[in-house]
C-alpha cells in the first residue's frame, strides 16, 4: 500500500476516532491509518486525479493500481478540518457541525472500505464506496446522538440523509445516477433494519446485521438492501 502525500499537517480533528468507531461497528482489523493517507492541497489533488471533471469539493478519496501497487490518498479539505476542529461533534453534536461531520465520516468510510477489501484481496466498485459510506453516516450519527444523551428521530434523520440531499449540479450524468442509486440502496437498508421486527430494538442484533451487510459483495449487498433477502435477527 503506498500514498500519494505531499505534506504533513497535525490532525486536531480526530479522524483515528472516525475510523476507530467504523472498524468496532463492523469488527475489521486495519493496520493503515486514515492520517497517514491524508492530503488537504487542492493543487495537489488536481495533479493527481485520474478524472475529467475537477469538481470543487470537500472530500475525495483518489485510488489506482501501479505496478500491482495500490495507491491511495484520501483528500479532506483544510476548511473542513478547521471547522471541525473548532467545533467537535464528539464534545457535542449538533445542527452546526452534523453537515461538515458527515462529509469527512464519509470520507473515512471511503477509506476504510476501500482498505477492507484490498487486504482481503477483494474488488470493489465506486457505488459499493457510496453506498457503504450513505449507510456508515445513518448509523455512526445516531450512535453518536446516542452515546452523548440525545434523543434522535431516526426517521427524520433518514429524511435528512436521503429525502432532502442535494446532488452537485457539476456532476456528470454517470456520477449523478451512481449517488441517486446509492441514495436509493442505502435508504432501503436503513429502513428495513428500522422496520424489521425484534431487530432495531436489539443493539446486538443490528450490529450483526450491520456487519454481516458490511461484508456482503455488490449484487448481494444490494438485493439485500432492496427487500430480495432477508434480514435476521441471532
Request: overall charge negative.
Amino acid at each position: 500500500m503506498a500514498v500519494w502525500q505531499n505534506q504533513l499537517r497535525v490532525i486536531d480533528m480526530p479522524l483515528s476516532t472516525i475510523q476507530h468507531q467504523i472498524q468496532s461497528l463492523y469488527d475489521l482489523r486495519l493496520s493503515h491509518q486514515v492520517e497517514d493517507f491524508l492530503i488537504t492541497d487542492r493543487h495537489f489533488l488536481s495533479n493527481i486525479a485520474s478524472d475529467d471533471n475537477q469538481r470543487q469539493t470537500p472530500e475525495k478519496l483518489v485510488f489506482c493500481e501501479q505496478d500491482d501497487e495500490l495507491l491511495v490518498s484520501l483528500y479532506l479539505a483544510e476548511e473542513a478540518l478547521d471547522q471541525l476542529s473548532s467545533n467537535d461533534p464528539y464534545d457535542h453534536l449538533h445542527g452546526g457541525n452534523i453537515d461538515i461531520f458527515c462529509t469527512v465520516l464519509e470520507g473515512v468510510s471511503h477509506f476504510v472500505y476501500l482498505i477492507y477489501n484490498a487486504t482481503h484481496d477483494r474488488p470493489v466498485s465506486r457505488l459499493e464506496l457510496e453506498v457503504q459510506a450513505e449507510v456508515d453516516k445513518y448509523f455512526l450519527v445516531s450512535r453518536l446522538c446516542d452515546s452523548q444523551g440525545m434523543r434522535i428521530d431516526r426517521r427524520r434523520l433518514s429524511a435528512w440523509l436521503f429525502d432532502y440531499c442535494r446532488f452537485d449540479p457539476a456532476l456528470k450524468p454517470d456520477e449523478r445516477a451512481r449517488y441517486e442509486f446509492a441514495n436509493r440502496i442505502a435508504r432501503a437498508f436503513c429502513k428495513r433494519v428500522r422496520n424489521t421486527p425484534d431487530l432495531d430494538h436489539r443493539p446486538d442484533s443490528v450490529v450483526s446485521e450491520l456487519r454481516r451487510f458490511y461484508r456482503m459483495r455488490h449484487h448481494e449487498k444490494f438485493d439485500s438492501a432492496l427487500g430480495d433477502r432477508p434480514m435476521r435477527a441471532p
